[in-house]
């Protein structure tokens, strides 16, 4: 499998100073959206509890309600591509030499 993914945002965040060299960074809203490209490499087809498991991982995940699980790898050299918002947020620590 191959997935590449682009996104563009904004970020918003605060750098707590800890020492003259040291630091935090704490990303508080990185609001987004990114483009998903998915290639599938697919030998054989795969079995069908693989399926049942990723349609109930999918469930649990609100924000990917819109991913429908119900398709299937079976072809060779697939490719599937969709748009979606994207999130980021994060700590960082830092040291300035």
Do not use: C, W
Request: aromatic share 18%.
């Amino acid at each position: 499998m191959k997935l590449d993914i682009s996104s563009v945002g904004l970020m918003i965040g605060y750098k707590l100073p800890i020492t003259k060299h040291l630091n935090i960074d704490f990303i508080i809203a990185g609001p987004g959206a990114g483009n998903y490209n998915f290639k599938f490499i697919n030998k054989k087809d795969l079995p069908e509890e693989f399926y049942e498991d990723l349609n109930q991982a999918l469930e649990d995940y609100s924000i990917l309600d819109f991913i429908n699980g119900d398709f299937r790898f079976s072809q060779v050299n697939n490719r599937s591509q969709f748009n979606a918002f994207s999130f980021k947020y994060g700590i960082s620590l830092g040291y300035t030499f």
